[in-house]
């Protein structure tokens, strides 16, 4: 069963009622633009047929109660004081706490949440969780919120809630995709330009099987590797710096920040590229733009790992494949490859087992379909 259908039976088992909304999150992958949301620069994601589900009734006080079937611990607090304790409810809570300080009304609700999105994967399960709680809230309450406030409000939950630093990408594609299209976002204004996906590509989810511990520490590293690096350059924040500038103002830099700063101007140029490449339906540029990124995120960024770029190497010497890179913040989790669409379903056998000779480990392929952002059903809607 999906998290679709899990999410209401569950609902029903414990409040022993029918939910009155169902909230379908999407996860996302990334083309292209890996580490440049922190830096005001430009990213190409799209939301992806990956869902986390929230099925709730709204309460007629300001009670919120959530259950996950990932978790044995329900969460419960009140929206008139809500208190920083430790768990997965943080995520639920930091929204809460955000949603509240704009001054608006709020009603608690009964929830249950199921999900499809792997956890600590690369693939945004936490600002999933995030928005589906602000979109929980919002139906709850009455109120609309817009793509862009959805996003700013779960990213300041992650931030100054929860702490942790994540960047604005996430959310702002889960809140404001749309079905057939990736989103060429500039994470400095956060205007977003739709850009169809050609139909006879599709983008291969590649999980290696392998997470990281630890990934936020070395994640909040290379952000303040950043801000040391436009300091040193001289510019407000590296997507202001371009390649000769780079070149011109290296001297007396040292290496490690340089190549931060070198990995960020360069993705930068590229997704504009790959989203010029997209543009024109040309799959063969946008994967070789891919490639280009994954080495820099392997050499001056230091984010990949073995098995991202074993999976890489995979990929790219698969028949039908135009590229791939590794995704999301790095060092495990998933890589994502672009695909002809006829060559697919053999890409994806084939990768798997390449990767598992090469690495012995089993890889899990997701053939991923561009689909529309959050969106809040009425419960009964099948
Ligand atoms: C994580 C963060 C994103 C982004 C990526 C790297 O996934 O949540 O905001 O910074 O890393 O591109």
Redesign the pocket.
């Known amino acids: 069963m999906s998290a679709r259908d899990r999410v209401g039976v569950h609902f029903t088992t414990k409040y022993e009622a029918s939910p009155t909304w169902r909230v379908r999150i999407p996860s996302r992958l990334?083309l292209i633009?890996?580490?440049?949301?922190?830096n005001d620069g430009f990213?190409l994601p799209f939301a992806i047929d990956r869902e986390m589900w929230i099925a709730l009734r709204a309460r007629d006080d300001q009670k919120v109660h959530i259950r996950s079937e990932s978790f044995v611990d329900e969460v419960t607090f009140d929206l008139t004081s809500i208190k920083k304790e430790a768990g997965w409810g943080e995520y639920v809570k930091g929204v809460a706490w955000a949603l509240v300080a704009t001054g608006r009304k709020l009603r608690g609700f009964d929830a249950f949440l199921a999900s499809d999105i792997p956890m600590g994967a690369?693939m945004?399960s936490?600002?999933a969780v995030c928005i589906g709680s602000a979109v929980a809230l919002a139906v709850a309450s009455g109120i609309f919120l817009e793509a862009r406030e959805l996003a700013t409000l779960s990213?300041r939950a992650?931030n100054e809630w929860v702490g942790?630093e994540?960047?604005?990408?996430?959310p702002l594609v889960m809140a404001g995709g749309h079905h057939g299209s990736a989103q060429l976002i500039d994470c400095r204004d956060l205007t977003i330009e739709d850009i169809p996906v050609p139909s006879d590509t599709v983008a291969a989810v590649l999980d290696t099987g392998t997470r990281r511990g630890h990934v936020s520490s070395a994640?909040n590293e290379r952000r303040s590797e950043c801000l040391e690096a436009a300091r040193q350059f001289g510019v407000a924040s590296l997507r202001d710096l371009d390649r000769e500038t780079l070149e011109a103002r290296c001297v007396g830099v040292p290496d490690v920040i340089y190549r931060r700063a070198r990995h960020v101007v360069t993705e930068n140029d590229r997704t504009l590229r790959a989203a010029a490449a997209l543009r024109n339906g040309d799959a063969a540029t946008l994967g070789q733009l891919m490639v280009k990124s994954h080495e820099s995120l392997r050499d001056d960024y230091e984010?990949s790992s073995r098995p991202l770029d074993a999976m890489v190497t995979a990929a790219t010497t698969t028949p039908g494949c135009f590229g791939a890179r590794m995704?999301?913040?790095?060092f495990g989790g998933v890589a994502v490859a672009l695909v002809g669409r006829a060559d697919a379903e053999g890409f994806k056998n084939e990768v798997a087992e390449t990767y598992a000779e090469v690495t012995g480990l089993t890889a899990h392929v997701h053939l991923a379909e561009a689909v529309d952002g959050v969106i809040a059903l009425p419960g009964t809607h099948n």
Request: no cysteine; aromatic share 8%.
């Open positions: 990334n633009g890996e580490h440049t949301d922190y990213v690369g945004s936490s600002a990213q992650e942790v994540s960047g604005i990408m996430d994640y984010v995704m999301g913040g790095g």
